[in-house]
C-alpha cells in the first residue's frame, strides 16, 4: 500500500460509519495530513448535513497548519449549492495545499466542476487514489446517476438442495424458515442500508412479512409490492403505518390503495418499474422474492448483486430457487448457514 493508498483508505473506512444513512447522498470519508500526520478527520453523517471535507476541516484544532496540509477526500469535492455550501470553496478558503481524491462524482452538478474549481484556485489535485474502491464504496450512487436506475440487490434463502419452498398443502400459509434466527439479523441490517425492498403478491399473500428493520437500530425502507390485480389482503402486514409502501399495479386494476402507481405489465414491466424508482429517487433496491419475482429481474438483465443464503436443510421437492449465476464475490459462513454473494 503506498503512501496516498494507506490515508485513502482511512477516508473509506470512516465513510462506511454513514452506511444506510446518507442516500441520496453518496458516502464520502476525508481526512487532513500535515508532516505525515493526519490532524483531521470526518465522514458525511447524514444528507443535508455538513459534508466529510467540513467535518474533517473543522476537527482541525490549530487551524493554522491547513495552509501545509493535503486533504484526502473519497469522492470529488461539490461546487454547487446543495443543502450545504461547496466543498471545494471550503477547501479554498482555508488554503490546503493539496487535495487527493479518490474518484469523480458522477453527479451532473458535480463531476469533473469541483476538480476544475480547485484547480484553478492553484490547489493541486492528484486523482483517482485506489479510484476502484471509492467506486465500489458507492455503487448504487454511481449506478443511480449513470445507469438512470437503483442499484438492484437480489436476495433469497434456498435449502442445500436449491428449494426455495415446499409444496403448500391445503392453501398453507406463513414462513417456512430455512436459515437460522441469527441470519435475519444480516438481513435486517442489508434492509436498514437500502432505499426500498420490493416483493411480488405471493411472498404477501403466503408470508405476510413486514419487510421492516426490527432486528437492528436502521430505517425501514420503501416497501414496494407487485400486485398486477391489486389483489392482496388489505390488512395486510406491508400496508402497515411503520414504513411508506408502493403497491405496483396494471394498469387495468381499480385504484384502492393510498400509494398505487400503474403500469403495463404486459410490456417490459421490470424495465418500467426501474423507471419508476428513478423517478422516486430510490437509488438501491433490495428484491427479497418470491421465485417468480426474482426470475423476471434476472430474465429482464436487471440485478447487480445476488445474495444467496443456503440453509442446512433439504426439502426435497417444492419451489425451485433461481438460477445464481454470475462471479462470485465472496463465501461466508454464518453458523450453520452459507452466505454467497454474487455479482454479474
Excluded at 446543495?82 to 487535495?99: F, M, Q, R, S
Excluded at 465500489?136 to 445507469?147: C, D, I, R, S, W
Excluded at 408502493?246 to 393510498?258: H, L, M, N, P, R
Aim: hydrophobic share 35%.
Amino acid at each position: 500500500m503506498t503512501y496516498h493508498d494507506h490515508y485513502m483508505q482511512r477516508c473509506i473506512d470512516l465513510a462506511k460509519n454513514a452506511k444506510g444513512q446518507t442516500s441520496p447522498n453518496p458516502l464520502v470519508g476525508a481526512v487532513v495530513v500535515y508532516n505525515d500526520k493526519i490532524i483531521g478527520e470526518g465522514w458525511h453523517h447524514k444528507a443535508g448535513e455538513p459534508h466529510a471535507e467540513v467535518n474533517a476541516i473543522n476537527s482541525v484544532q490549530d487551524k493554522s497548519l491547513l495552509s501545509e496540509s493535503s486533504i484526502y477526500v473519497s469522492l470529488e469535492p461539490c461546487a454547487h449549492f446543495g443543502k450545504t455550501p461547496p466543498c471545494a470553496d471550503l477547501i479554498i478558503k482555508h488554503k490546503l495545499n493539496e487535495v487527493i481524491i479518490g474518484c469523480r462524482d458522477p453527479f451532473e452538478s458535480v463531476n469533473g466542476k469541483g476538480i476544475e474549481k480547485l484547480e484553478q484556485a492553484g490547489i493541486k489535485v492528484i486523482l483517482g487514489v485506489l479510484e476502484k474502491k471509492c467506486q465500489e464504496l458507492n455503487a448504487p450512487f454511481f449506478t443511480f446517476h449513470q445507469k438512470k436506475r437503483p442499484y438492484i440487490i437480489l436476495k433469497w434463502a434456498e435449502t442445500k438442495d436449491g428449494f426455495m419452498d415446499p409444496i403448500r398443502i391445503n392453501n398453507d400459509k406463513g414462513v417456512k424458515w430455512i436459515t437460522q434466527p441469527e441470519t435475519k439479523v444480516l438481513v435486517h441490517k442489508w434492509r436498514a442500508e437500502v432505499d426500498a425492498i420490493l416483493v411480488g403478491k405471493n411472498t404477501v399473500i403466503n408470508d405476510n412479512p413486514s419487510l421492516t428493520v426490527r432486528e437492528v437500530i436502521g430505517k425501514n425502507p420503501i416497501r414496494i409490492v407487485l400486485a398486477p390485480k391489486g389483489d392482496i389482503p388489505l390488512d395486510s402486514a406491508v400496508l402497515s403505518e411503520e414504513a411508506k409502501t408502493w403497491v405496483v399495479t396494471d394498469k387495468a386494476a381499480k385504484k384502492q390503495f393510498e400509494n398505487q402507481h400503474s403500469i403495463n405489465f404486459s410490456n417490459n414491466p421490470i424495465k418500467q418499474l426501474m423507471d419508476f424508482c428513478y423517478q422516486q429517487n430510490i437509488q438501491s433496491l433490495l428484491v427479497e422474492g418470491g421465485a417468480h419475482t426474482l426470475q423476471s429481474f434476472i430474465d429482464a438483465d436487471l440485478w447487480d448483486e445476488k445474495r444467496v443464503l443456503i440453509g442446512d436443510s433439504n426439502f426435497t421437492e417444492g419451489l425451485k430457487a433461481p438460477a445464481s449465476e454470475g462471479k462470485l464475490i465472496s463465501e461466508t459462513r454464518l453458523g450453520r448457514d452459507l452466505y454467497k454473494r454474487i455479482t454479474q
